[in-house]
């Protein structure tokens, strides 16, 4: 297989494949814009927050993915959490988050084996191929994935 559709079929069972467990878009489905803004404790993160953070990140790695270079970011990873998008409501936010799967996904599709095997950063302690970073970034969103599913218990 290649790795392209490897890490596009990764990516899938993450967002909206149901498999070993439940996906993100399913996930979010039947959860309420006041669950999704729950926080069981100050230390912990309501949903909105993940899927926010999920989104800072995957829309950066995206942009870097389609040839262009993000904003700097020199802040505390914790900033990326914060809501940025306070005045969207839960639909506008997940309809956000399915625009940025749909668009990994057609990236991925197209990209070329050596593009994958292209290292980032090179010379920097995060040097990596690119489909290590994309196995990484998809590893990232199935952990958050994970809080989401933990979350949804407390409203059962």
């Known amino acids: 297989m290649q790795t392209n559709k490897f890490l596009s079929s990764l990516n899938a069972q993450c967002y909206n494949e149901e498999g070993w467990f439940i996906p993100l878009k399913q996930a979010l489905k039947d959860v309420s814009d006041k669950e999704f803004d729950f926080k069981p404790d100050k230390r912990l993160h309501s949903i909105r927050e993940l ?36 005045s969207l409501t839960k639909k506008q936010l997940t309809n956000r988050l399915l625009k940025n799967f749909n668009e990994w996904e057609k990236e991925l599709s197209k990209c070329k084996e050596e593009k994958m095997n292209r290292i980032l950063f090179k010379g920097t302690e995060y040097s990596a191929k690119w489909s290590e970073f994309i196995s990484s970034m998809i590893l990232h969103n199935a952990y958050h994935l994970g809080q989401i599913m933990i979350l949804k218990k407390y409203f059962k």
Do not use: Q, Y
């Open 51 to 86: 899927v926010n953070h999920i989104l800072f990140w995957n829309e950066r790695w995206l942009m870097r993915m389609k040839g262009k270079e993000p904003a700097s970011f020199n802040k505390s990873n914790e900033l990326t959490f914060k809501d940025s998008t306070k």
